[in-house]
């Protein structure tokens, strides 16, 4: 099972629906001042709303799945990978 995990700083209804339709996938989404406990969600694929808000996380935690970023793009910060 694919675990897909969200992470925003508001509801995403409409992208939760669409990636719902995906056979063998738990989609859920979680506050994205959560994110440095990825780990305890144990995602497959991390979808990010908001990169600003998730800059602290994405460089200083090594993340074992795919990012997705949705929005502008941003060349100022390193993620690890």
């Known amino acids: 099972m ?12 409409g992208l939760e629906a669409i990636l719902m339709e995906i056979d063998d996938a738990d989609v859920r989404t979680v506050d ?12 497959s694929l991390m979808i ?4 600003e808000a998730a800059k602290d996380a994405l460089m200083t ?14 060349r100022d910060f390193t993620v690890r990978a």
Do not use: H, W
Request: one cysteine or more; a positive charge; charged letters at 15%.
């Open 2 to 13: 694919n675990n897909i995990v969200i992470y925003s700083t508001k509801p995403m209804p």
């Open 32 to 43: 994205i001042n959560q994110m440095k406990d990825y780990a305890v969600i144990n995602p």
């Open 48 to 51: 990010v709303e908001n990169i």
């Open 61 to 74: 935690n090594k993340f074992p799945c795919p990012i997705l970023f949705i929005g502008e793009s941003r």
